[in-house]
């Protein structure tokens, strides 16, 4: 049962005796199975649970959405990843995103948090103090007209007047060293390392045969994972693990068939490690 799902059923008004017709609810015909106390003691622990969501959004969005670009002029999108119950931010360039790795400038993908406090600590010091209250990084990031990174300097334009040209260097810019200090899970799509380019034949038959499976499920074939597993011999989990396979984004896909997916994918933990959510 998903949460929309789930959600649906807690808000279902059917249950406290009433018929609904055209966003109206009427009294119903039949019993009641819910008290009214408790169903309306939901619904204001939903809409409280609610504004507390919108609220926490608000404070989490990220600082240099719209303003951060790679090197090759690519905008650079928020994301996040989940391990063990730690969220981790990522700016993600647009171009990896729609899995064009030509396009993408010397970094792909880069630490929220790190870039944020490393600009934010570099602006007040270095922004006219009449524009802004003195020590105030966020209102110095008004003045801010892009933040290009990358992986050796991160260059700060500022809102440059009329008669300045847009591209290029201006005398206001700022230009910081830079490299990051992150490693691991912000290196994954990273890793372009074209002579260990090989395609990962295990890698590719568990894929192929993930998607083997899932077409016989969806067919008709077996009508449960159990079924399908006893008929190949091998445990459920097994077959429940590598399905996770049939489901990956298409640029992931095309990677692992090139042999260009980053070298720390290995067959025996791909399922565990290779995210579901296309994004990430």
Do not use: C
């Not at 649906?8 to 609904?20: A, D, P, Q």
């Not at 490393?118 to 270095?126: D, Q």
């Not at 992986?151 to 230009?175: F, H, Q, Y």
């Amino acid at each position: 049962m998903s949460r929309y799902t789930l959600a649906h059923f807690l808000k279902n008004r059917v249950y406290v005796g009433e018929t609904g017709h055209k966003d109206k609810w009427f009294p119903g015909e039949h019993q009641p199975i819910v008290d009214r106390k408790v169903f309306d003691a939901v619904q204001a622990l939903l809409r409280s649970n609610s504004i507390r969501r919108k609220a926490s959004q608000t404070a989490s969005e990220a600082l240099f959405m719209g303003k951060l670009y790679d090197d090759r002029g690519n905008r650079m999108t928020p994301s996040f990843s989940a391990k063990n119950g730690v969220r981790y931010r990522f700016y993600v360039s647009s171009a990896l995103l729609r899995g064009r790795k030509s396009e993408v400038g010397s970094l792909g993908r880069v630490p929220a948090q790190e870039i944020e406090d490393y600009v934010l600590a570099a602006l007040p010091s270095r922004t006219p103090t009449s524009a802004i209250p003195q020590a105030d990084s966020r209102a110095a990031l008004q003045l801010v007209d892009r933040i290009i990174v990358s992986r050796s300097e991160v260059l700060i334009k500022m809102a440059s007047p009329d008669d300045l040209p847009a591209a290029g260097r201006t005398p206001g810019d700022i230009a910081l060293p830079w490299q990051s200090r992150t490693t691991g899970s912000s290196s994954l799509i990273e890793n372009h390392n074209t002579d260990n380019w090989k395609p990962d034949e295990s890698l590719i038959q568990s894929m192929v045969r993930a998607r083997h499976w899932l077409h016989t499920l969806q067919d008709g074939a077996y009508d449960t994972i159990e079924n399908l597993a006893a008929a190949q011999n091998i445990h459920p989990k097994v077959v429940r693990q590598e399905l996770r396979l049939a489901f990956l984004s298409p640029s992931l896909v095309s990677a692992i068939l090139d042999g260009t997916q980053p070298t720390d994918i290995k067959r025996q933990h791909a399922w565990k490690t290779l995210p579901l959510a296309w994004i990430d």
